[in-house]
T-cell receptor, first 112, second 110 residues
Framework: DAEITQSPRHKITETGRQVTLACHQT?????MFWYRQDLGHGLRLIHY???????NKGEVSDGYSVSRSNTEDLPLTLESAASSQTSVYFC???????????FGPGTRLTVL | EDKVVQSPLSLVVHEGDTVTLNCSYE??????LLWYKQEKKAPTFLFML????IEKKSGRLSSILDKKELFSILNITATQTGDSAIYLC??????????FGAGTRLTVKP
């Protein structure tokens, strides 16, 4: 069955370190998205991609970057982790024909 | 600025009650309104609405969209403890991204 996976599921890091969160989907979807979820804010879009070599900034992109070298993967990098980036991160994908997005299981990141 | 507002932010009811969750939106190039249910993990898809006035129904859940007044409601009848979750509303835009509301936390007590 097609699926979307994230790794690691839990991560603790220190302020200033570079961190990369992985997202892999086997739906063959063109569109992939990264969100962060914090209490009181719902899901906020960080970056998204409509296909290989395409990346776009979302509403809370500062301090994050993504790259899309193939259809299946969209890794999210925190260049220099900050305590404000402690959050739960969700990756999602969609086919583009409709807006329905399928979500990965999430990564809980703690920055100390 | 695009925004999606959900109300109430939290709600506590007893089993058997009927609840109505609200979602209003203002987004550019609106395309669809989606509802998700989130328990202790990833959001799971409930409904996608694109046309005004057409109710979508799945068991005890139903939803409708009003594109003139820019809102949607999600109804849950005969609530059960398993309905306890955060319900997220999202407005899908023509460029395939979505703006989410903050969610409504529903607690159903036995």
């Amino acid at each position: 069955d097609a699926e979307i996976t994230q790794s690691p599921r839990h991560k603790i890091t220190e302020t200033g370190r570079q961190v990369t969160l992985a997202c892999h989907q086997t739906w063959n979807h063109n569109n992939m998205f990264w969100y962060r979820q914090d209490l009181g804010h719902g899901l906020r879009l960080i970056h998204y991609s409509y296909g290989v070599q395409d990346t776009n900034k979302g509403e809370v992109s500062d301090g994050y970057s993504v790259s899309r070298s193939n259809t299946e993967d969209l890794p999210l990098t925190l260049e220099s982790a900050a305590s404000s980036q402690t959050s739960v991160y969700f990756c999602a994908s969609s086919s583009g024909t409709y807006n329905e997005q399928f979500f990965g299981p999430g990564t809980r990141l703690t920055v100390l | 600025e695009d925004k999606v507002v959900q109300s109430p932010l939290s709600l506590v009811v007893h089993e058997g009650d009927t609840v109505t969750l609200n979602c209003s939106y203002e987004v550019t190039n609106f395309r669809s309104l989606l509802w998700y249910k989130q328990e202790k993990k990833a959001p799971t898809f409930l409904f996608m609405l694109t046309s005004s006035g057409i109710e979508k129904k799945s068991g005890r859940l139903s939803s409708i969209l009003d594109k003139k007044e820019l809102f949607s409601i999600l109804n849950i009848t005969a609530t059960q403890t398993g309905d306890s979750a955060i319900y997220l509303c999202a407005a899908g835009r023509g460029n395939n991204d979505m703006r989410f509301g903050a969610g409504t936390r529903l607690t159903v007590k036995p």
